[in-house]
């Protein structure tokens, strides 16, 4: 697998803590910037009708292609998060067979960058795939990272089936018509309840409210999934859909070696993340939490078959779903309770998910060496002043992400960097819309009015 490069540091005063990771996250999204410049550079491709949609689409794939290992390495190879599962023959051979549909629980705000790793893994038995999101319409809007994602044809959502249906199958139709291994990852959830919000207080009691209408007992750490429109995604393989748990660990201090796991399969140390939805000890990993360093991520994951129902509208695909996220539920309350999932027995039924540090550290290395050429023959500057150049640029966007982040967070009073900029962005719509607006426990589930 090559060196693991992880970054490691003396604990300093909480202030320039922060500043490391608003260093850390900006070099990132310089990556990023550098990513999305690419993809720009394609889109004139557009112009030539279908024949060069086409086109553009094919040399998307590839760009992203041989770019993954540079955009991933900071969180993984950098910073030492760590994924492991105790699922490895499903991961596996859900990749093996080509396009799939996955579907993971919502218990963080970087569920995305798991699941870029899980398809971007390979090595003996492990096949790469492309990702593909189904997100809201936002994240498109987040600065560079979220335009980067709207130029590789996610799916985005804008909580309306009527309006949502027509695209998603557009989408899946272009998908079928450039063929190549994609995996669409997305968390039925749909939302964040962040812990001591109001208003997300009352969407955890409405979601609680519509399962105690079905007689369901209440999920003590998921919000009711969303199944309108889950028939249509199902269309892009529904042979091979995966439901996906994760569990979120973080050390007990930045950059802090304290995780293990014992012989006896159960993970030891770290500060649990993933906790009860009402307990006010829960956290909701972002961005921020992977670049603080050392975070770790256990999974598990199961091949599930969806009935066909059109429309979202039927109560067989409804309760399919619920049942699943029922045992989803109670896998966390297992995690919880032994700090293992069910049937994991000792070390041994923990796979780490490959990282390839060695080839994401070249990568990156090739991505600098690209960026910087680049800037020499655009701008006409040496070397010397490209390089200059490059890191007044990353100065800037530590200054920017870190007023936006504090400021974000002093409105709101909660993290949502699931990107970049989010949080600023959603304390915006905080103020002027005096809330994020989930919907309700009845429309969330997808029932139908």
């Not at 997100?135 to 044809?153: C, H, K, N, Q, V």
């Not at 950059?255 to 939805?277: H, K, W, Y």
């Not at 307990?279 to 909701?284: S, T």
């Amino acid at each position: 697998m090559g060196p693991h490069f992880v970054i490691t540091g003396l604990q300093v005063h909480r202030s320039l803590e922060a500043l490391r990771v608003y260093i850390l996250t900006s070099l990132w999204l310089l990556i990023v910037l550098e990513f999305f410049i690419g993809l720009l550079l394609l889109l004139p491709l557009k112009l030539f009708g279908r024949p060069g949609r086409n086109a553009y689409i094919r040399a998307s794939i590839y760009w992203d292609w041989i770019s993954m290992g540079a955009l991933l390495v900071v969180p993984f190879s950098w910073c030492g998060c760590t994924v492991y599962t105790a699922s490895k023959d499903v991961m596996m051979s859900s990749k093996a067979h080509h396009s799939s549909l996955w579907m993971s629980n919502h218990s963080s705000r970087i569920d995305w960058l798991i699941g870029m790793l899980c398809g971007y893994a390979h090595g003996p038995g492990w096949q790469r795939v492309n990702v593909r999101f189904i997100a809201e319409f936002t994240t498109a809007l987040m600065p560079i990272a979220g335009w980067s994602r709207y130029l590789l044809d996610d799916i985005y959502l804008r909580r309306t089936f009527h309006r949502d249906k027509v695209n998603i199958r557009k989408k899946l139709a272009s998908y079928k018509a450039v063929e190549a291994d994609r995996m669409l990852f997305f968390a039925p959830e749909g939302a964040i309840a962040d812990v001591g919000n109001a208003k997300d207080a009352q969407y955890i009691d409405a979601c609680e409210a519509f399962i105690a209408e079905l007689g369901r007992p209440k999920m003590r750490f998921l919000l009711t999934p969303r199944y309108k429109g889950l028939s249509v995604f199902a269309e892009h393989s529904p042979d091979n859909v995966v439901s996906a748990t994760m569990v979120f660990i973080s050390p007990c201090e930045p950059f802090g070696r304290d995780i293990s796991i014992a012989s006896n399969g159960a993970v030891v140390g770290g500060s649990l993340c993933t906790l009860p939805i009402r307990d006010d000890n829960r956290v909701v990993p972002d961005i921020h939490t992977v670049f603080g360093g050392n975070l770790h991520v256990f999974t598990h994951c199961k091949f599930m078959q969806l009935p066909s129902d059109e429309d979202g509208g039927g109560h067989q695909l409804r309760d399919q779903l619920l049942d699943d996220y029922a045992r989803k539920d109670g896998e966390l309350s297992t995690f919880l309770n032994s700090r293992k999932f069910s049937g994991v027995a000792s070390a041994d039924d923990w796979v780490r998910v490959p990282c390839n540090h060695l080839k994401m550290n070249l990568t990156v290395a090739v991505y600098a060496v690209i960026g910087v050429a680049f800037t020499t023959i655009v701008q006409r500057r040496t070397v010397y002043g490209a390089l200059v150049h490059c890191v007044l640029v990353w100065v800037t966007f530590v200054v920017l992400h870190a007023v936006s982040h504090v400021v974000g967070v002093a409105v709101s009073g909660h993290h949502r960097e699931s990107l970049p900029g989010e949080s600023a962005f959603k304390a915006i719509v905080q103020v002027v819309k005096g809330g994020l607006n989930h919907g309700d426990g009845h429309a969330k589930a997808g029932k139908k009015e």
